[in-house]
T-cell receptor, first 106, second 113 residues
Framework: SQQGEEDPQALSIQEGENATMNCSYK?????LQWYRQNSGRGLVHLILIRSNEREKHSGRLRVTLDTSKKSSSLLITASRAADTASYFC??????FGAGTRLTVKP | DTEVTQTPKHLVMGMTNKKSLKCEQHMGHRAMYWYKQKAKKPPELMFVYSYEKLSINESVPSRFSPECPNSSLLNLHLHALQPEDSALYLC????????????FGPGTRLTVL
């Protein structure tokens, strides 16, 4: 079953802009992961953030976690057309959020 | 080799057919997973195998039957499916334990007529 909601459901931006996606979850967690999925294909792991971490960076990705609000955000900086995909958060029991469909226009 | 392979890529079957989906990994992972994903929805966990033993079955109907013959292979046997079972079926693997990145295969697109 689905873990929670992601916000926004869809996001369309221009190349070079930043994209922020939010995820809420329902249960207590030890870690939260973010995945990316290109249209109709398998998922690719982006980043894992543990419950004792507030922020984590990986290249152009920045993830924050607020366990008191049961929410996380994924920021992609300087977006590229190749970033066009769906982005999902997932709790450690592998329940995924609803996902954000990101479109980056060249 | 950091790849999870799935065969077939596409499958069309009638409601009376029996078919199988296959998943393979050679990363030494001891946890393997099956997910079902409907269009524009997130993946839904179906089964988890840990050290070749079924550890999680998310109340999946018995017309789906998983099998893990060895640590590299995972099968999903399909029988008497319904049209609403049409979906993308994703396989994944990881190191055992909840803290680990999952590696996903490209999926099998299943259509049930």
């Amino acid at each position: 079953s689905q873990q929670g909601e992601e916000d926004p459901q869809a996001l369309s931006i221009q190349e070079g802009e930043n994209a922020t996606m939010n995820c809420s979850y329902k249960t207590s967690i030890n870690n939260l992961q973010w995945y990316r999925q290109n249209s109709g294909r398998g998922l690719v792991h982006l980043i894992l953030i543990r419950s004792n971490e507030r922020e984590k960076h990986s290249g152009r990705l920045r993830v924050t976690l607020d366990t008191s609000k049961k929410s996380s955000s994924l920021l992609i900086t300087a977006s590229r057309a190749a970033d066009t995909a769906s982005y999902f958060c997932a709790t450690e029991d592998m329940r995924f959020g609803a996902g954000t469909r990101l479109t980056v226009k060249p | 080799d950091t790849e999870v392979t799935q065969t077939p890529k596409h499958l069309v079957m009638g409601m009376t057919n029996k078919k199988s989906l296959k998943c393979e990994q050679h990363m030494g992972h001891r946890a393997m997973y099956w997910y079902k994903q409907k269009a524009k929805k997130p993946p839904e966990l179906m089964f988890v195998y840990s050290y070749e033993k079924l550890s999680i079955n998310e109340s999946v109907p018995s017309r789906f039957s998983p099998e893990c013959p060895n640590s590299s292979l995972l099968n999903l046997h399909l029988h008497a499916l319904q049209p609403e079972d049409s979906a993308l079926y994703l396989c994944a693997s990881s190191q055992a334990g909840a803290d680990n990145e999952q590696f996903f295969g490209p999926g099998t697109r299943l259509t049930v007529l």
